[in-house]
């Protein structure tokens, strides 16, 4: 698989830098629709992609591949995402792709809609062979960011209480996450209440719509429901409104928000009060996951029915209905959409 890297089942090492994948079989768009709308995105001309699951092949087989740091990893400019993949290139800082002597930009260092492409080895998994490629792909992206989010990058502890801003895929996620943490209140927010049976059955022990009390603030809903707030709050809608409503409404000693939504919608407004009396604001890029080393993990997990993924998607579309699949996501109709090319 290629995922903003990306998991590839049989073959799935590479020069170091470098494997090629084949044929892929499906996939979702979101990142892709999402990134045109925000500033760090790259350059055109741009091959978009950003993940897949096929088989992947070394391009040069003497040199060790299919491990590696992911976007957090020790090597150059890994440490550097908005120089590297956000912008369209591979983690040494080139592409492989060029028309007309051009150089074309490789979507999140991948560029997977195609048959055919280049990516460095930190952005193949090698997963189980028996996992079906048409669940599994959700683990190149969303799921794991939002699982990621709560179980690596939060650290939710057991017993804790938690909030959830948005529950779309990322949020589903996250709610999934802090229940294998083993937290004891998960809080799912959402505007849209058609989401709400889904996040409970994920693990929601409670749903709320900021829209049923206005004018009141959300924060101060989630604080008085948790006797000061919660342990954790976790943003997946996208929106610096929300991340300062998630902030405030962790508890003043301890709680640790993380941003998880993209945004161009202008800076977070923090109070400074709000960081000295001990919250922490964290942020994270692929739920903190190094994809490599993480995925076969999470696909495992799968496997032995710990992890849920098939709860996630709700269409299954042809190549010819793709800008369907975009607006069914839009109004929020949709988890994911599968989309198969072929
Ligand atoms: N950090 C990363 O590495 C990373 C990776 C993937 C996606 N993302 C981002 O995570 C975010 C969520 O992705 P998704 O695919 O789940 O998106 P989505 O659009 O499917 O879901 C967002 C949810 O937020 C809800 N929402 C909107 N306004 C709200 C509000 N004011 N309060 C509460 N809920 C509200 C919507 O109803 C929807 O259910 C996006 O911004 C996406 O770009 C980040």
Redesign the pocket.
Known sequence: MQS?GGVGRRHSSGRRGCAGGSAQSSRSA??DA?QWSVPHRPDLPVWYGERRVDAAFPLDPGTRGGRGGGECGPRGDQRQPRKTNMMGMMADGTSRVSWNDQQVRQFMGVSTLSQYTVVADISVAKIHQDAPLDKVYLLG??VS??YG?ACKTAQVEKDSTCAV????????AAVMGCRAAGASKIIA????PK?FKLAQELGATECIN?LDHKPRP?QEVLKEKTQGGVDYALE????P??TSEALESTVDAWGVCVA????DAGPINVDVDELLVGRTLK?????GCKGADYVPVLVDKYMKKELKLDEFITHRLSLGEVNKALEL?KT?ES?RSVISLW
């Open positions: 903003s979101h990142q999402v992206c969303g960011t939002g989010a801003f948005g529950l779309g895929a990322v949020g589903l927010v959402d505007i849209n989401k900021p959300i997946c809608v996208g929106n409104t929300v998880v939504g993209w945004s942020g994270t890029y692929f739920g996501l929020g988890i």
